[in-house]
């Protein structure tokens, strides 16, 4: 068997004061998978992202990453694990004093790599999302569509062997969102694994992906989108206002 | 490029485009770090001047040995050899009264005073100049005015050790307290840099908080406000500099034409290009100090979420 790209065994974390967002997750994602997360609002899928890049700590339980045991890290080891993850954020994390290329190039400039080659790669990534022509551009003058195309450029441009994303079509009409979906699944094709945190089961089911599902901090169900369990539908309810809320793209 | 310099000259360059974003704000704060600087530097150097023209002053310590009128000749000549044989001397010189009337009258404003005068009420006098230079010739006068008191035929002796030693303490109390002045705008220094370099934090907290999430080390985060808190005190310096400079080239003519008065140059000198670069190095390593503390204070309250 191979190595597992991401794997939860027994991860539970629990917030101070006492409420637990997770308890006994179990899991294990293979490299070039494309993986759902889903379940309703309040769940833990955000907290559960929050674990892989040691954004958040688990409580108890192992995370692997890579093989890289992320609850044992230390916080010297964090950033060069999260040079690894290419993480596109819920509330998106742009810098708006300063251009498109700029916020696609500060990955490379951790690294201190040569500018040039720095520049190069980041119009490379802004090529692939189709914001190569806006580089100049502040991302205030991006729509909520392009934005987001943005933060997907910024998360690919270290080619990351994963890609992780929080709701990254929550604001988006189903057109848009559609459109990075599909963005997603062409850099999973070449190999990246990924993974989405999504409530909107509808825009993805034509693609069947591996679903894995949270009630309550528990996972409730783990397999193919096709199977339509109950907990599904309910997450796919929940997701119904915000498919009717116009897109600002 | 060298991969260990690369880092470095990006932080560099961080820093250099802060500056070009608000060239202003950091001018003032440069000014405020400058000012701060000036104050101590302006007070060593006018302390060192005074040390320096009373040290040229002080060069000849001499004691005026006033003869009782009506002194034989051969009483005043056998007082001359005395003089002239003891340690410490090296010259001796004769003043007759006629020739002080003289020179009294000659000195400004005198002569008016002189001329009320119905007869010459000044002594013979001899002066000796003494050879030790310092505490040692202060000592020297001392010693031989006490000898000379004892002799007769002496009016009065008069050695100029007393107000050496005082202005010698007195310059003391002057180093300490620009010490003092030094210190508490040391920290001064380092508390403005501080404060600077905690807005720097606040107004940057976005980019300090998507680069951490993006995998910047806590050295690369940390390292363009050392570069900053660096150029703030360097440049504060700098700036110190010439404004303590520029007070000097302005003050000059007036102490050239003072001192005129007196036959010495009392024009003010400048620090030494090796004391002016050390005193940037250390305004440029207070202001790394005090970025030092405010980094340490203020970033990891930054916990990206």
């Known amino acids: 068997m191979t190595q597992a790209a991401i794997s939860f065994s027994s991860v539970s974390k629990r917030y101070p004061g006492g409420r637990e967002a997770l308890s006994g997750i179990d899991f294990s994602i293979q490299p070039g998978e494309f993986v759902l997360l889903t379940g309703h609002s309040g769940a833990g899928k955000s907290t559960l992202l929050k674990l892989i890049p040691a954004i958040e700590r688990a409580s108890s339980g192992t995370i692997l990453v890579n093989g890289q045991n992320v609850s044992a890290l230390n916080a010297r080891g964090v950033p060069f694990l999260r040079r690894n993850l290419g993480l596109i954020f819920q509330d998106q994390k742009l810098l708006f004093d300063r251009s498109v290329l700029d916020n696609v190039m500060l990955p490379l400039q951790l690294t201190s790599q040569p500018w040039r080659d720095a520049q190069r790669r980041a119009r490379a990534a802004l090529d692939k999302v189709g914001l190569l022509e806006r580089e100049r551009a502040n991302p205030v003058a991006l729509s909520g569509g392009e934005q987001q195309r943005l933060c997907i450029a910024r998360a690919v441009v270290n080619r990351p062997a994963i890609l992780i994303a929080d709701e990254p079509t929550a604001s988006l009409d189903d057109e848009y969102a559609d459109i990075i979906m599909d963005m997603f699944q062409s850099f999973n094709r070449v190999g990246v694994t990924v993974l989405v945190a999504t409530h909107d089961l509808d825009l993805v089911r034509r693609r069947h992906p591996r679903l894995i599902a949270l009630e309550n901090g528990r996972l409730a169900g783990d397999g193919p989108l096709a199977a339509d369990a109950a907990a599904f539908d309910r997450s796919s309810a929940d997701a119904a206002p915000s498919q009717a809320a116009p897109g600002p793209a | ?304 979420q």
């Open chain 2, 1 to 304: 490029m060298n991969a260990w310099l690369r880092p470095h000259a990006q932080s560099l360059r961080h820093t250099a485009a802060r500056l070009r974003a608000a060239p202003f704000a950091a001018l003032a704060n440069v000014l405020v770090v400058g000012v701060v600087l000036a104050l101590p530097l302006s007070a060593y150097l006018a302390v060192a001047h005074v040390q320096a023209v009373t040290g040229s002053l002080r060069a000849e310590p001499q004691v005026s040995v006033f003869l009782a009128p009506g002194i034989s000749k051969s009483d005043s000549a056998a007082l001359e050899m005395r003089l002239k044989n003891t340690t410490g001397v090296r010259t001796v010189r004769f003043v007759s009264r006629d020739a002080a009337l003289a020179n009294l009258k000659s000195a400004p404003g005198m002569s008016d005073v002189v001329a009320t005068l119905r007869d010459n009420p000044l002594p013979d006098a001899y002066i000796a100049t003494l050879r030790d230079e310092g505490d040692s010739a202060a000592d020297t006068a001392e010693k031989l005015e006490q000898q000379l008191m004892a002799l007769p035929g002496i009016a009065h002796v008069q050695a100029d050790s007393a107000w050496v030693r005082r202005l010698g303490a007195l310059l003391r109390v002057g180093r300490t307290a620009v010490l003092l002045l030094a210190g508490v705008l040391s920290l001064a220094l380092v508390a403005v840099t501080f404060n600077t370099i905690r807005l720097q934090i606040l107004t940057q907290r976005e980019e300090i908080e998507v680069s951490k999430l993006m995998g910047a080390t806590d050295a690369y985060v940390r390292r363009p406000f050392f570069y900053w808190g660096g150029f703030l005190g360097a440049a504060g310096g700098l700036a110190a500099l010439l404004l303590v400079d520029l007070g000097r080239v302005l003050i000059n003519s007036d102490l050239a034409r003072f001192g005129d008065f007196y036959g010495v140059d009392l024009r003010l000198g400048f620090l030494s290009p090796q004391d002016a670069l050390a005193f940037l190095v250390f305004a440029l390593l207070l202001g790394v100090l005090g970025a030092y503390l405010s980094v340490s204070r203020h970033l990891s309250e930054i916990r990206p």
